[in-house]
């Protein structure tokens, strides 16, 4: 019995065997603005890839985004050892090399999908990894039609990624978490300068963070402190809100009066009642040209013009979502999941879905992966709730600090050598190219 | 034999005893811009005072400064726990308040000078310690000369502190070591990021940093790479270098063209042939003002609008100074030691000194306290010896790098609870006043 049973068995292990299908390689590629984390996801992918040879060859990654597939500039990881890719979890950028490109429809532009097919069939690449966010998303569900629309088998999984946090369909965005723990504790720092200088010097603080649409990482400001009154930031300026020019003078005279002092977390994209964005208020050099100022300088120039508090201003730029020195873990470890959560779902015969978290409670915090199709993904983009702004429009609510709190847990530090954190660079090399060259339409 | 041995040591215990003067008081002051880092050199100066209680009664510290003495607004830290103190170490901001306010002449304001001798006495201070910069040296100067111009006995020794690295006699300033840290791994950070967008997007990024007239911070940006060519950053702009237009752009295309991006470390204080802040450039706002801008917006639109790249500046003002979240260890210990310092030569009766920190040697780094006449410290820059920028005035040289190197070592993380590090905030309990009230000159 036992013997047969055996036999059986292993039949079945050989038909199974034979069903199995070759193994093929993988393209990875990172597209949009990258984050501190955003490299995590790819050693998620790559360590994960590396542990299903059966199945999957060699991680090709595209240098510079999917630019990198349509002009066969790929990258093989293969080259890279062990170590490196692990150190790509404390490293932040792209490591290789991220683009803002985006695929046209199939309708205007059929080439570019020709001649994906045409590199994908040169390198055997059958499962598609793209890493960002919603723009990005629009080109991994265009490429995970290739299978339907031009008859080439792809598994194409969007690995999600952006600091603005405004995918649909998923609880956060890795590179989110990081950014805010950095938006969060940077607030609550300069409040603390600012409040030491509110005597004699300096009233006004205005720190400037990015969201062009979106509120989110301007609402982690908001972590700076407990949420009591008097506490930093007094104001947070979301693009949800139009901005209330008399209310926004009215609420600085206030702190400054009760407080001593105010700290106003801006977000870029705060627009006027005229929808125009306040950055591009009509400043000029002196050239007479219009300049693209930033909000924070529109806000101080007010602040002075109209209350005269002596006031300083900072813009963090990138500053903020490449700032692995200061990453939460949480977000570390949840960029590292989506990308080994990718290839499992690639494994498992999945196309045209991004990876998603999922949160399961609150306290304590738990999460999960899940999964979402493409389409309802991409394009869209997730604002702040209205019920996580407060009434008056100028801060957070409980709801919203319940929300935000466990996203900047915990401290992700980076290894340092001789004071500088200790950042792979890896060797990147290419793979030789089999096709001849193609020119990527201008834009 | 033993026995009468024992009588004399216990009557000359006796006789010093009488000799020794009876405990006074001490005053405790933060002044001009605060650091990551000066609250731990107010720890160095109350631990120290609370070790030696029959020397030094309660430390007393000055609400926003000198402000706090004359205004006899002073803060019982008395009534600190200890744990309360230790926490300062790791809290930036001045935790007692910080102010900018010169104290006139004796000449001028004879007034203040007796005020603060009214309130000295009323409090039985004694001991008087100033934690600043060069103005703040100028402060204790004056203070020191109570003595001898005014009769009242005061032991006043200034504590070192200032960003901007530019005290004179002093190895270094507590305080740099921490923005050096920030600026210097701010830079790297943000190099990954460009270098990964720019194929085809932001080509170059300008960081602008502190240092009006001395361009110690921005040289800490030198920090980002190894020096190599082609390593970040490209371009350090210094308020000791006359800005070169055509030099600095031609600089900026040869980086684009051969490195692929190109990445800009400017000092706030960079001028021009004619001496003139390219802060000031002359640019205006929508209603005709001329705009307060910074030097990285100048410079973005002279690449924008002379070589057409694609740019992203930040600008880091106080994020850079209170970023306690990325100390440099060795800041913080010399910060601490610098007040602890203090004490100690207060007690050995200087008067009219600045403790200072001396490089012994650099490989391994070893530094020790010492002290300089106030009176050579005073109102006096130290700039950047040109032997620590590189020829073409683009860059720091391998000796600043040594320079630079040790002050940055070492990371000296607060505590963190739920992802928000724990900084401590005082009770800061007042005096009860004894005087009439003192109303402050108008500047």
Same mark, same amino acid.
Request: aromatic share 10%; net charge positive; charged share 25%.
């Given at each position: ?65 999917? *630019?990198?597939? &349509? ?15 692990? %150190? ?45 966010? +919603? ?18 088998? *792809? ?36 409040? &603390? ?45 979301? #693009? ?19 407080? +001593? ?19 591009? %208020?009509?400043?000029?050099?002196? !050239? +007479? ?45 949840? %960029? ?10 690639? &494994? ?39 019920? !996580? ?31 500088? #954190?200790?950042?792979?660079? &890896? ?8 096709? #001849? ?7």
């Amino acid at each position: 019995m036992a013997a047969k049973k055996k036999a059986v068995r292993k039949a079945t292990g050989r038909a199974a065997a034979a069903r199995k299908p070759a193994p093929q390689n993988a393209f990875y590629a990172q597209s949009g603005g990258v984050t501190a984390v955003i490299n995590a996801s790819a050693a998620g992918v790559i360590e994960t890839a590396r542990k299903h040879k059966d199945r999957i060859g060699k991680v090709f990654a595209g240098r510079n985004g999917i *630019i990198g597939a &349509l002009t066969e500039d790929l990258i093989d990881t293969s080259k890279e050892s062990a170590a490196a890719i692990a %150190a790509l979890a404390h490293t932040p950028g792209g490591a290789f090399g991220s683009c803002r490109y985006k695929l046209k429809g199939f309708e205007e532009n059929q080439a570019e999908y020709e001649r994906l097919i045409e590199v994908f069939k040169a390198h055997d690449i059958g499962y598609f990894f793209y890493n960002g966010g +919603g723009d990005s998303a629009d080109t991994c569900l265009k490429v995970s039609q290739l299978s339907e629309k031009m008859g080439y088998p *792809i598994k194409a999984i969007h690995v999600p990624k952006t600091v603005d946090n405004d995918l649909p369909l998923t609880d956060c965005c890795p590179g989110f978490g990081s950014v805010a723990k950095y938006v969060a504790v940077s607030t609550k720092e300069a409040a &603390l300068d600012v409040e030491s200088m509110a005597k004699t010097s300096t009233k006004v603080f205005i720190l400037e963070v990015m969201g062009r649409h979106a509120g989110w990482i301007a609402a982690a400001g908001g972590l700076a402190g407990s949420g009591a009154p008097g506490e930093p930031p007094h104001i947070i300026l979301f #693009p949800e809100i139009t901005f209330d020019r008399a209310a926004f003078l009215a609420r600085v005279d206030e702190s400054v009066k009760k407080y +001593g002092y105010c700290v106003i977390v801006a977000s870029e994209g705060v627009r006027d009642v005229d929808g125009k964005f306040l950055a591009d %208020a009509g400043t000029v050099d002196a !050239f +007479g040209h219009k300049q693209l100022g930033g909000v924070a300088p529109y806000l101080a120039d007010l602040v002075r013009s109209e209350l005269g508090y002596k006031y300083h201003w900072a813009l963090a730029d990138y500053l903020q979502r490449s700032a692995r020195h200061i990453a939460s873990e949480t977000d570390l470890r949840q %960029a590292y999941a989506v990308g080994k959560a990718a290839v499992e779902l690639a &494994l498992k015969g999945r196309n045209s879905v991004m990876v998603t978290i999922e949160r399961k409670s609150n306290k304590p915090y738990k999460w999960a992966i899940g999964e979402a199709p493409l389409k309802k993904v991409a394009n869209q983009e997730k604002f702040m709730p209205r019920n !996580f702004i407060s009434k008056d429009g100028f801060g957070i609510t409980e709801r919203c600090r319940q929300y935000l709190l466990p996203l900047i847990k915990g401290e992700a530090y980076p290894p340092y050598k001789d004071g500088m #954190p200790k950042y792979v660079r &890896l060797k990147n090399a290419a793979v030789p190219k089999k096709l #001849p060259e193609f020119e990527l339409k201008k834009k």
